[in-house]
């Protein structure tokens, strides 16, 4: 799939769940959570290029 319709997928689910929740957890409530979640992307975002730089300086030790 398309990386780009992907990320237009997840955020207008994240954009419903967010309207569904503020209700319940008013702007505030709502910004936190937005900050969470973009906290948690980023974080798998570290882990991936950590697992890539890994796997980059291994080929590197193995081709020398």
């Known amino acids: ?7 237009a997928i997840e955020w207008a689910i ?13 702007f505030r409530g709502l910004l936190g959570l937005f900050f969470a979640f973009v906290g948690f992307e980023l974080h798998l975002i570290w ?6 730089t890994k796997a980059e300086r291994r080929k590197q030790q193995n081709g020398q």
């Not at 799939?1 to 990320?7: D, F, G, S």
């Not at 882990?47 to 890539?52: G, L, N, P, Q, T």
């Open 47 to 52: 882990h991936r290029r950590d697992r890539e």
């Open 1 to 7: 799939m398309n990386q780009y319709l992907l990320a």
């Open 14 to 26: 994240m954009a419903v769940a967010l309207w569904l929740l503020w209700p319940l957890l008013g």
